[in-house]
């Protein structure tokens, strides 16, 4: 392997555990509002991932914006389930506020970074709102290991877009074909990285199912792989 100039982390189930907070928050959240106990936890959380899911697809083709994501997300899930959908505001406000409290690292990640940064210069691409991303920055004091945060919202397009791959080549100051990128999703970080002329390493703990081909220079499901990988 060649040794990569400059070392570009994804976020959101890469350093940090989103999907542990999403749960602790969602938990924490029904729990606090009678007004989703009408349903079931189980139908509660599945019809909010997917409801979710599909509002995160539309803001990142820039169809809605991220005010009416956050709005629409516990509207539309309560609605669907026929629930009290005039307090989803309410609602969708503590949940945000929850959500920060259970930020977690994801397992190894915090050490790994540490380790190498200390040969590596490195930094951090994220899709997600500013504020609260810049939030995770601050509270997980991610300036010990980073000397680069780019937020996808700062450049008006969210990841794969090849904008923001090449906003971040100009912020790391290397050619691109000496930059390594390490992510957790296969459309966002994978794919849009190797577009870029980047390489990438490709965290997969959390992949659900199995992905049809596969772009990745190497692809790991735990931090101690990834030192090995580049050799520290």
């Not at 997980?140 to 980073?146: F, I």
Request: charged residues 30%.
């Amino acid at each position: 392997m060649t040794k990569p100039a400059y070392i570009y982390f994804d976020l959101d189930n890469t350093l940090l555990n989103h999907s542990s907070a999403e749960s602790a928050a969602q938990k924490e959240i029904f729990e606090s509002f009678q007004e989703l106990q009408d349903a079931p936890y189980t139908k509660w959380i599945e019809t909010y991932r997917t409801v979710n899911h599909h509002l995160w697809e539309l803001y990142q083709k820039g169809e809605v914006d991220r005010h009416q994501l956050q709005r629409r997300r516990f509207f539309d899930s309560m609605d669907r389930l026929g629930l009290n959908s005039e307090v989803s505001g309410k609602i969708g406000d503590a949940y945000m506020e929850i959500y920060r409290k259970h930020w977690v690292w994801v397992e190894g990640a915090e050490q790994a970074l540490e380790r190498i940064s200390e040969t590596f210069p490195a930094g951090i691409i994220t899709n997600g709102f500013r504020e609260t991303q810049q939030l995770k920055f601050e509270k997980m004091d991610l300036s010990r290991s980073c000397n680069r945060f780019l937020i996808s919202e700062d450049v008006g397009v969210m990841k794969p877009h090849p904008k923001v791959f090449d906003r971040a080549t100009e912020m790391a100051g290397v050619d691109r074909s000496g930059i390594l990128y390490v992510g957790d999703s296969y459309s966002s970080d994978v794919v849009g990285g190797k577009r870029a002329g980047w390489s990438t390493a490709w965290f997969t703990a959390f992949l659900n199912g199995d992905q049809e081909g596969d772009l990745s220079d190497f692809r790991f499901n735990d931090f101690d792989e990834l030192i090995d990988y580049l050799e520290l």
